[in-house]
C-alpha cells in the first residue's frame, strides 16, 4: 500500500456493497488502452448514474463543466503534466471528489496528484468490486475538506472585515478627535442609517478619507 491508499485501510470490501443513498453521475476518465466497459457496468449495477462517453484528460475541463459529475474516476498508466494541469483548473473552479487508479507509485507524482486536486490516489489496480467502498471514503474525505476550506475562507473574511472596522475606528479618532467607543459608535450608527455591513460602512470611510485600505 502506498502514499494516497492508507484512507483506505479501513474501508471493508463486503461482497455485496449497498448501493449509494444517492445517485451519484460519475465520469470515467482514460489515456490508456485498457477496456473499462466492465467497470461502467459495475458501477452501474451499483446504483451510479454513469455518463455514456469516458472522457480524455484533454478534455476534462469542457466535459465537466457541460455534464457536470459528482465524482470523477481516472485511469491511467501514469498521470501527465497535462493531466495535472486540466485537474488543476477544474480543482479551482468547480472541485469534485476526483479518485486516480494509476500504475505508478512514484511519491513526487503523488503529491504533484494530490496538490492538483486529486482525492485519492491508488495503484493497486482498478476494479469494480472494490470501488463502491473506495468511492464512499472518497466522497465523506471530500466533504470534510470542503468544510474546512469553508471554514477556512469564512474565517479569513472576518478577518479583513475587522481590519477595515479597526482602520476606520483610528481615521475617526485621529481626524474627529474621538475616543475609541466614539467612533466604534459613529461607525455603527453610519452602518445602520444605510442598512450595510459594518464592514462595508467603514470601507466608505477609509475611501472618502482617501486612506489605503
Do not use: C, W
Not at 481516472?74 to 503534466?81: A, K, L, N
Not at 471528489?97 to 503529491?111: E, G, K, Y
Amino acid at each position: 500500500m502506498t502514499a494516497g491508499n492508507a484512507d483506505y485501510a479501513d474501508a471493508k470490501q463486503p461482497g455485496h456493497p449497498e448501493p449509494p443513498s444517492d445517485m451519484l453521475r460519475v465520469l470515467l476518465v482514460t489515456d490508456t488502452d485498457k477496456p473499462i466497459g466492465d467497470l461502467r457496468e459495475a458501477l452501474a449495477r451499483l446504483g451510479y448514474d454513469m455518463l455514456p462517453d469516458p472522457a480524455t484528460p484533454q478534455d476534462l475541463h469542457r466535459v465537466v463543466e457541460r455534464a457536470r459529475p459528482d465524482v470523477i474516476i481516472i485511469d491511467t498508466e501514469s498521470p501527465s503534466r497535462d493531466t495535472l494541469e486540466q485537474l488543476a483548473v477544474m480543482n479551482a473552479t468547480a472541485p469534485r471528489p476526483v479518485l486516480m487508479f494509476s500504475n505508478d507509485a512514484n511519491q513526487q507524482l503523488i503529491r504533484a496528484a494530490v496538490h492538483a486536486g486529486v482525492t485519492a490516489y491508488l495503484v493497486e489496480g482498478l476494479a469494480g468490486e472494490r470501488i463502491a467502498p473506495i468511492l464512499e471514503v472518497a466522497l465523506a474525505r471530500f466533504a470534510q475538506e470542503t468544510q474546512l476550506r469553508e471554514r477556512l475562507t469564512q474565517a479569513e473574511n472576518e478577518l479583513a472585515e475587522r481590519k477595515l472596522i479597526d482602520r476606520a475606528k483610528r481615521l475617526l479618532m485621529e481626524r474627529q478627535h474621538m475616543t475609541e467607543p466614539a467612533a466604534y459608535a459613529a461607525l455603527r450608527k453610519r452602518a445602520m442609517n444605510q442598512s450595510v455591513k459594518l464592514a462595508e460602512a467603514a470601507r466608505q470611510i477609509i475611501e472618502a478619507a482617501g486612506s489605503p485600505q
